[in-house]
């Protein structure tokens, strides 16, 4: 009886070469799996049910993960407002991590003998998948056929034509794009460099819209709800509205540069323009009604939260404490804030917030005050500047 494995499995070279190396090679029965984080239509995802089972799979799943994908990870995100060196809002890093978590499930759920995926040696995937498998499926073997074999494309293209696959088109594409809920990559010649941005052309949403446009975005403890008025079931369908009205001005297209997992230096493009006014946006209504400590602390816990989160570390149950306070400081970010939309950039205009700790009753910020006496003010500051006068007192008689 032929031993059973579980392959991640999107349809391109890399898992099609998986599927046929570990099937007439290995001699296992493969088990594919597409996670679905919001990156294919039901066309796309259709057809790549068809390749499988053309590829030889003994069976092929498809799992929704789009409202799990926001529940269990983008909302945190947004609540620490995190954003990986103040650019990237983390678009691959937590998509990979959802999608390992569910092909480990199913591995569990079919007790299958042996997981894969179809990473490389040369990035961050390879350390994502094998993490999140080893902790979920221990003593389950993981095999990455095109790590292992160190395969170049050309050789998985020769392997696969010998093997009578037909339905595929070989020529490589000149811009690599990975899409999903929280964002599109973009990877092509110029990213392997240091110098050049990418051209208008390798960008997957070109720009059509050129008049300035307000939108009006609705949050409810912290979570984005509604876009000028208009309600949704679910925040994934307000983040896929917003990205429809401000994609095409051509908003959140940047470069990020950082440090990879393995130790080196990584450049990748990305198109993010729901993610990066989400972010910025809520960012500017907690601004308003959340206090100095709250924010302050706020701050150290999103860079570390991201931080771990891109090294794929999701599983840690200190991710669980920090997103429970995450969670515990949204309970006032609730209002609207309005945003304006331009070619290839945003500005956040202002918020309304019941909330809002600006209030009027209490006075305005370099004009009047209502909650205090010009008196209580001369007493503060010379409690509040106590320390130092000693401390300079201290210092001019010891240097006497």
């Not at 050049?196 to 446009?213: G, H, M, R």
């Amino acid at each position: 009886m032929a031993k059973s494995i579980v392959l991640g499995f999107s349809g391109g070279l890399d898992t099609s070469f998986c599927v046929k190396y570990l099937h007439e090679d290995l001699g296992y029965d493969v088990h594919s799996v597409i996670v679905n984080t919001g990156g294919f239509s039901q066309e796309e995802l259709e057809a790549i049910e068809k390749h499988a089972y053309y590829l030889g799979v003994k069976t092929h799943k498809t799992v929704d993960a789009v409202k799990g994908y926001y529940d269990r990870i983008i909302k945190y995100l947004v609540f620490g407002n995190v954003l990986k060196n103040n650019t990237y809002p983390l678009s691959v890093s937590a998509e990979r991590l959802i999608q390992a978590i569910h092909i480990a499930e199913y591995a569990k759920e079919l007790g299958a003998e042996a997981v894969a995926h179809g990473s490389t040696g040369a990035g961050n995937d390879q350390v994502r998948f094998d993490m999140v498998f080893d902790i979920e499926l221990p003593g389950v073997k993981i095999l990455t056929p095109i790590r292992d074999l160190s395969l170049t494309r050309e050789q998985e293209i020769e392997f696969l034509k010998k093997k009578g696959v037909t339905d595929m088109n070989f020529e490589k594409n000149k811009y690599s794009i990975n899409k999903g809920l929280w964002g599109t990559s973009v990877g092509g010649v110029q990213t392997l460099k240091s110098r050049e941005f990418l051209p208008d052309e390798a960008w997957p949403t070109q720009i059509t819209k050129t008049n300035p446009e307000e939108v009006k975005l609705t949050f409810e403890k912290g979570e984005l709800v509604g876009i000028n008025g208009q309600k949704y079931d679910h925040p994934t369908e307000a983040i896929q509205a917003l990205q429809a009205i401000a994609g095409p001005f051509g908003i959140g297209r940047d470069i990020h540069i950082g440090d990879t997992i393995i130790g080196i230096k990584g450049r990748v493009g990305f198109e993010a323009a729901a993610p990066v006014i989400i972010i910025k946006a809520h960012h500017s209504l907690e601004k308003y009604v959340l206090t100095k400590w709250q924010l302050s602390l706020k701050d150290n816990l999103s860079s570390f939260y991201g931080n771990y989160l891109h090294e794929g570390q999701i599983l840690d149950p200190v991710m669980r404490d920090i997103e429970a306070f995450f969670a515990s400081s949204q309970n006032h970010v609730t209002g609207d804030v309005f945003v304006k939309l331009y070619p290839h950039y945003f500005q956040v205009e202002g918020i309304e917030s019941k909330y809002d700790l600006m209030s009027a009753k209490f006075g305005a910020y370099g004009e009047v005050n209502k909650g205090w006496t010009g008196e209580d003010v001369r007493g503060f500051s010379k409690i509040f500047g106590n320390q130092l006068a000693i401390y300079k007192s201290v210092e001019e008689d010891a240097e006497k």
